[in-house]
């Protein structure tokens, strides 16, 4: 699922936004009773649109719209709008096949609509969020800074059902990417129809997934998803409706649930106190990490120095008990992470072991006062000062949130107690303001995180890159950034060997303590026992009730 988190998005409420599961009836005979095939489900916000071009996510709308394949169990590609593939040799021509699809307007999918739909999301115009995701196929960035025209993208159709497309390098996780709805397709007689109307309502789009969107006005509190019956594998969605209502508070959310009126709902910390026993609760990972940003390039020569230096940055690393952090002050059921990088997101190619295992490095995200007070010591003693005053930024938009305000505050108390003359101070505000100060450098720690987009290590490791655009504290080690380089080109077609450069880069960047990691989200449910069959992947497309039932 998932984009840059601008901070800590809605760890305690959980990710509302991503509150989406389904349920359908288990026979292949269809029930006669409607009600009966009806999921109930709850959402933070309106969708802020249904143009996947223009996305900035698609925990939702990856149901509605399909690419050649989709996420399955285990974030695997499954069967999609491609009926068959094939990889060169040198991992760098993909040869696709539709399958005989249709629009949810009966028009045909043609190899055409995708060349058009990624023409479309890379052209600058349209300001794709996600247009970064393209990188590595021919000419992509190219055309997304203005450099080259739409038409020279690497995306060809020779005929109606091929579709061919063209990297400037192998791209290791390039099938799991093409599950993404982003690299779907449009129906460009539909855009220009609508104009600038496209994907402004419901009625203003087709869809190519299980469902289709009808009553979203682009404002409304409420909207459904509803069985598309031109799909072409209809036959396994047992669901016919989903019903989605916003709602504001997690208390407000657990009544509609005892009401009969929400079929699945997030739980705040003390509600799962209170629940955590009961036959339905339910918890479910997420490849969201929230971590320490550092600004190495920070306006006050004493704070840089302090930030540049490695003691002190394990020192900050040491001082947290990430045990007592994820337990007691969250009490969300999040997880004390190993690295940067997320559990569950992938596993060797050869071993079958988590990324997340391997990157681990002992002394750098343990809990050790003692360890913790020898490296402050020696780097206070380096850059020539006995004490430190800092501030650290972060996004808190709402009171029915204090996960920011709670962690910001442990933070705090633990330095003071561990770490002699250490003085943090709090600064915690709106999102929107927290991420234009981060873009402008305008902080001296950022309370920050990140969800993965796909399920390869990469998706993490590329954020510590030099420059990187969501590297906003301009960390930079030349050694990692060559690691990372012969992963995506010299390694890039050898699965064993970029792995390889991937656990040595990020053991590397985990022994520097570039950004310091605190907690792995894991969101917590109540969730009806008759809901059989969702499919919940922790990266991506993370929700799939293709196949869900209510038995």
């Known amino acids: 699922m998932r984009q840059f988190k601008s901070a800590l998005l809605l760890v305690v409420a959980g990710a509302l936004m991503l509150t989406l599961a389904a349920c359908g009836k288990s026979s292949t005979k269809q029930s006669s009773s409607t009600k009966n095939q009806t999921l109930n489900l709850s959402t933070t916000a309106p969708l802020d649109t249904i143009d996947i071009s223009k996305s900035s996510g698609y925990g939702q709308t990856g149901n509605v719209f399909e690419s050649f394949y989709r996420l399955g169990r285990k974030g695997k590609p499954t069967a999609g709008l491609a009926k068959s593939s094939h990889v060169s040799k040198d991992g760098k021509t993909w040869t696709f096949t539709l399958r005989n699809a249709k629009w949810s307007n009966g028009d045909k999918i043609t190899a055409q609509d995708f060349v058009y739909s990624w023409r479309r999301t890379l052209n600058p115009k349209t300001k794709s969020t996600y247009a970064y995701l393209f990188s590595g196929i021919k000419n992509a960035d190219a055309v997304n800074t203005g450099k080259k025209s739409p038409n020279s993208v690497g995306i060809s159709a020779p005929d109606s ?3 061919v497309i063209k990297l400037n390098k192998p791209i290791a ?26 994907g402004t309502k419901s009625q203003y789009m087709v869809y190519s997934g299980p469902f289709k969107i009808q009553n979203w006005n682009g404002t409304g509190n409420k909207w459904q998803f509803v069985k598309n019956n031109q799909y072409w594998d209809k036959r396994v969605v047992k669901l016919q409706k989903i019903n989605y209502t916003v709602v504001g508070s997690p208390t407000t959310g657990l ?6 009126k929400l079929d699945l709902t997030p739980l705040s910390n003390q509600q799962i106190k209170n629940y955590q026993n009961s036959s ?3 918890q479910y990972p997420y490849s969201f990490v929230g971590y320490l940003q550092y600004n190495f390039k920070d306006s006050n020569r004493i704070k840089r120095e302090a930030f540049n230096n490695k003691n002190i940055r394990l020192a900050m690393s040491l001082a947290i008990d990430r045990s007592v952090l994820t337990k007691k002050v969250m009490g969300n059921g999040s997880n004390t992470p190993k690295g940067f990088v997320a559990s569950g997101l992938a596993n060797d190619p050869k071993t079958g072991e988590d990324f997340a295992k391997q990157q681990y490095v002992k002394g750098t995200v343990d809990y050790n006062t003692k360890l913790a007070k020898q490296y402050w010591e020696k ?4 850059i020539g000062q006995k004490k430190l005053t800092v501030s650290i930024m972060g996004a808190n938009d709402s009171s029915d949130d204090p996960a920011t305000s709670a962690i910001t505050q442990y933070l705090k108390a633990q330095y003071a107690k561990v770490l002699p003359g250490f003085d943090l101070q709090i600064r915690n505000i709106p999102s929107q303001n927290a991420q234009q100060n981060a873009l402008k450098g305008d902080f001296d720690i950022y309370l920050s995180g990140w969800g993965g987009d796909f399920n390869d290590p990469i998706t993490f490791l590329q954020i510590p890159q030099t420059n990187t655009s969501y590297n906003y504290g301009k960390y930079s080690n030349a050694k990692y950034d060559a690691l990372i380089k012969r992963a995506q080109n010299q390694d890039a077609n050898n699965a064993d060997k970029r792995w390889q450069d991937l656990v040595q880069a990020i053991r590397l960047f985990n022994s520097d303590q570039g950004m310091t990691p605190l907690y792995q989200q894991v969101t917590s449910y109540l969730q009806r026992s008759s809901l059989k069959d969702v499919i919940h992947n922790t990266a991506g497309t993370q929700w799939s009730y293709k196949y869900a039932y209510k038995k």
């Open 379 to 382: 780097g206070l003693k380096q």
């Open 280 to 282: 339905q609760f339910k």
């Open 173 to 198: 996780y390039f099938k799991v990417l093409m599950s993404y709805p982003l690299f779907g397709p449009q129906n460009q007689k539909v855009v220009d129809k609508y104009g600038k109307k496209y």
């Open 255 to 260: 009544e509609l649930y005892q009401q009969g």
């Open 161 to 163: 059902k091929t579709v």
